[in-house]
């Protein structure tokens, strides 16, 4: 394994590692913005994924996005970091596919600290398929999706695809609460009621100044898009999408060029609501999951249940 001459010292030594559509790209956005935090330019770079999925399949299950998938490259990610006290990336799958994630996070960076952030299991399915209906990938109802589900998984789908098992937490988080010294759990409610003291208790937990307040923004918000086709200039890769984008970035800088971009796509979307008994379905089916986890990670979450 190369090193390609970078020192050990740039390399992450915190992940945010899921779950997905539970906020992970606002607290990346949030974390970046400290001026003790580097965070890698690329979110999702799923290198210690990449190294059991080698090659993208050619089927719907897998993204548009190419993960980092040689150790000199990851190493990249974070030139740059040195004199940074907390340097970290975020990649959503690392939490669904814990037990080989851990065994490469493991041998490649050590023991960093675990960010892990959670949101209630039926609204996390039901927005991770609304985000794919959101960027014209996914065309199936959500209860088709679900009976689909089986199916996809024995297919060998990627894990976004499975908007039910991807919402099973109390495995994953206790795999990583075994295996990392330092694991901070946070709620997607949390983020929602008061999302600066969440973030401050971010800040503390990474040993930076919990004092600095960074420019917030909802962001990556799923629904159904009011105007497609100009929706569409956010999701599909054409000339002028590539020129508005590059155009923000210079003009803004990426950071405020992606929060401008979150704000005006969230006005753009209208939200859509799960089935009641789709929702109790669900409920029973996560009830037990649910009161697991609570007791592993001493939260309350009764409302995830009423």
């Known amino acids: 394994m190369s090193t390609g001459g970078k020192k050990r010292d740039t390399l992450p030594n915190f992940l945010i590692v899921g779950a997905a ?11 970046k913005q400290h001026p003790d935090i580097f965070m890698s330019s690329l979110k999702e770079p799923r290198f210690f994924t ?6 993208p399949k050619d089927r719907r299950g897998d993204f548009p996005m190419t993960p980092v998938q040689d150790y000199d490259s990851y190493l990249r990610l974070f030139e740059g970091a040195s004199g940074k006290k907390a340097i970290g990336e975020a990649s959503t799958d690392y939490l669904y596919y814990y037990n080989p994630a851990i065994t490469y996070i493991k041998k490649f960076i050590g023991e960093p600290r675990i960010i892990i952030i959670l949101r209630n299991p039926i609204d996390r399915a039901f927005s991770a398929y609304s ?3 959101r960027d014209n990938i996914e065309y199936l109802s959500f209860e088709e999706a679900l009976d689909m589900e089986e199916q996809r998984k024995q297919e060998d789908w990627r894990y976004f695809w499975l908007y039910k098992d991807s919402s099973f937490y109390c495995t994953q988080v206790k795999a990583y609460m075994d295996n990392f010294p330092h694991v901070k759990i946070c ?17 503390e937990f990474l040993e930076v100044d919990p004092s ?12 159904v898009p009011r105007y497609r086709k100009l929706h569409n200039l956010f999701v599909e890769r054409t000339p002028l999408q590539n020129i508005i984008r590059t155009s923000g970035k210079f003009i803004l800088g990426e950071d405020r ?27 029973e089916a996560y009830r037990e999951d649910i009161l697991n986890l609570q007791r592993l990670i001493k939260k309350d979450l009764t409302t995830w249940l009423t």
């Open 257 to 283: 060029w992606i929060m401008l971009r979150e704000s005006v796509r969230a006005r753009l979307l209208q939200k859509t609501t799960i089935n009641p008994e789709t929702r109790e379905r669900l409920k």
């Open 187 to 203: 709620l997607f409610d949390d983020l929602r009621k008061d999302t600066l003291a969440l973030v401050k208790e971010l800040y």
């Open 212 to 223: 600095f307040v960074p420019k917030m923004t909802r962001c990556n918000v799923s629904g």
């Open 21 to 31: 559509k539970a906020g992970t790209t606002s607290l990346y956005l949030y974390l």
């Open 131 to 133: 985000f794919l209906v």
């Open 50 to 55: 990449a190294q059991f999925f080698r090659k």
